[in-house]
């Protein structure tokens, strides 16, 4: 076949990329030899790169692995890289077999650094350096315990409970040993954990909850409680940790020369069972306790045609799994807290927000980028580059939502829209502002609270004011 038959076959095809994307795959790889492959590469490319990120971020590895094969076939090196840089981590081991594969196919060296640590047997050594060393805890871990150096276990804020069985599990959450597996059940369909639905994102799009069911929920707790909460977060994350807010996390970037933010890409399902199992296993749990406690804290979530997908994920909604991220972040959160000291920045962590401060000008922004990516890759996450922000001096510098120029403030014109809100509440009363808020009244109140944990003076009185709206 020549180019221009190639091209004639392949344009009714890319009116519906996603119905015929096996048929266009098959086509590409089979016509590679051509001479004029480049001009038949570019013109599927502009077409289909949104159907191919699409599946890229698909909960189903089956969809990923077809996205992954289609990198090497239709986009050039620089994007590949891009669109590689996660699926090498991937949580599949098809996924990220065939992502290496096709590292190796271009023949990459920017998709990561390699990773020096460890045990020189398990350092890879190809193009890429796709560091299999890099999660932080909890890849083959049983396999390669006998071969990593001896750490010191993680710090702790008190004794870990001593569990040896899973007896011992299901006695500390107050559940019978033979309910633990009907616990752990795939899915969201009568008889699992958990429940799913969405909600609508700020930035537009919807965001994915999967809500515990009571029973679950309340085993949760008692892992947060008895487990969880005695294990020792780093200093520099602020969220989901007692004595700790928003504003802790705004105030070390007041006053800075500028201002970096940047935001992590599926921050809860990028934490997958494996990684859990290994944090309980660094703070010193056998392999059937950490299992088991890994089981309880993730979802598996079941796809339509009743495939299950594995490794299992933490979930959004569950109360777990902020303070499990928080612990398994706790290297990055370290390299990188070294990082932003060889650049004479600061470094604090909300979540899935990082945020940077320089207090002088920054040099070589884009040297620091590139290693703060790498880290990030090594740490098996993914920077969402479209949330990038460098705010300098003269413009608005903003961290979780607070301005940070002289001083921790929330932005003016929030505070008045608020003002105003309470103002045409008592004018023409509190149902009319709702405008499709959902328990509006509770909106008014935790609104209130919020300021007030920025500005007492002024959230006091408008907490007051908000009761005698409200009659309370």
């Known amino acids: 076949m020549n180019l221009a038959s190639l091209l004639l076959e392949l344009k009714p095809l890319l009116a519906d990329p996603d119905t015929h994307f096996e048929r266009i795959t098959e086509?590409?790889?089979?016509?590679?030899?051509?001479?004029?492959y480049e001009v038949a590469r570019f013109y599927v490319s502009r077409l289909w790169q949104e159907p191919v990120e699409r599946k890229l971020r698909s909960v189903d590895p089956r969809e990923r692995l077809k996205g992954v094969r289609h990198l090497p076939l239709l986009f050039s090196s620089m994007t590949a890289a891009r669109l590689l840089r996660h699926r090498v981590k991937?949580?599949?081991?098809?996924?990220?077999?065939?992502?290496?594969?096709?590292?190796?196919?271009?023949?990459?060296?920017?998709?990561?650094?390699?990773d020096l640590r460890g045990d020189p047997r398990y350092r890879h050594g190809a193009v890429g350096g796709w560091n299999p060393t890099g999660w932080n805890f909890g890849l083959f871990a049983s396999e390669m315990r006998g071969f990593r150096r001896v750490k010191r276990p993680p710090p702790t804020t008190g004794e870990l409970p001593p569990l040896r069985t899973r007896a011992d599990v299901a006695e500390l959450v107050g559940v019978e040993e033979s309910a633990l597996d009907a616990l752990m059940r795939p899915g969201t369909e009568a008889g699992s954990g958990y429940v799913e639905f969405e909600v609508p994102?700020?930035?537009?799009?919807?965001?994915?909850?999967?809500?515990?069911?009571?029973?679950?929920?309340?085993?949760?707790?008692?892992?947060?409680?008895?487990?969880?909460?005695?294990?020792?977060?780093?200093?520099?994350?602020?969220g989901f940790i007692e004595g700790r807010s928003t504003v802790s996390?705004?105030?070390?970037?007041?006053?800075?020369?500028?201002?970096?933010?940047?935001?992590?890409?599926?921050?809860?399902?990028?934490?997958?069972?494996?990684?859990?199992?290994?944090?309980?296993?660094?703070?010193?749990?056998?392999?059937?306790?950490?299992?088991?406690?890994?089981?309880?804290?993730?979802?598996?979530?079941?796809?339509?045609?009743?495939?299950?997908?594995?490794?299992?994920?933490?979930?959004?909604?569950?109360?777990?799994?902020?303070?499990?991220?928080?612990?398994?972040?706790?290297?990055?959160?370290?390299?990188?807290?070294?990082?932003?000291?060889?650049?004479?920045?600061?470094?604090?962590?909300?979540?899935?927000?990082?945020?940077?401060?320089?207090?002088?000008?920054p040099e070589r922004l884009g040297r620091f980028f590139w290693w703060l990516n790498a880290i990030l890759q090594q740490e098996g996450f993914t920077e969402n580059s479209p949330k990038r922000r460098v705010m300098r001096q003269g413009s608005r510098q903003r961290v979780t939502g607070l301005t940070v120029n002289q001083k921790v403030s929330i932005p003016r014109e929030d505070r008045r829209r608020f003002k105003a809100i309470l103002a045409n509440c008592r004018?023409?009363?509190?149902?009319?502002?709702?405008?499709?808020?959902?328990?509006?009244?509770?909106?008014?109140?935790?609104?209130?609270?919020?300021?007030?944990m920025v500005h007492p003076e002024l959230g006091s009185r408008w907490q007051h004011e908000v009761k005698e709206l409200l009659g309370r």
Not at 209 to 215: E, G, L, M, N, V
Not at 276 to 295: D, M, P, Q, W
Request: aromatic residues 8%.
């Open 249 to 361: 996390n705004a105030e070390p970037h007041v006053g800075a020369m500028a201002v970096v933010r940047v935001d992590l890409e599926d921050f809860f399902p990028t934490v997958h069972f494996r990684r859990v199992k290994g944090l309980f296993e660094a703070h010193g749990y056998g392999e059937e306790v950490s299992g088991v406690l890994a089981g309880l804290t993730t979802h598996r979530p079941k796809l339509p045609d009743g495939t299950v997908v594995w490794p299992g994920m933490l979930p959004q909604g569950a109360p777990t799994s902020p303070a499990i991220a928080n612990l398994v972040c706790r290297r990055m959160d370290a390299r990188l807290t070294a990082l932003a000291g060889k650049f004479g920045a600061t470094y604090t962590r909300y979540a899935d927000d990082l945020s940077f401060s320089f207090r002088a000008p």
């Open 90 to 114: 991937d949580s599949d081991t098809r996924v990220s077999q065939t992502a290496r594969a096709a590292v190796r196919k271009l023949g990459l060296a920017d998709v990561a650094p390699p």
């Open 427 to 452: 004018k023409h009363g509190v149902a009319s502002q709702a405008r499709g808020r959902p328990d509006f009244e509770r909106w008014l109140e935790g609104y209130a609270a919020y300021v007030r």
């Open 201 to 238: 994102k700020r930035s537009g799009g919807v965001r994915r909850i999967s809500a515990p069911r009571q029973k679950l929920k309340e085993v949760q707790r008692a892992i947060l409680d008895k487990v969880l909460a005695r294990m020792t977060p780093h200093p520099a994350a602020h």
């Open 27 to 36: 086509l590409l790889e089979r016509h590679q030899g051509l001479a004029e």
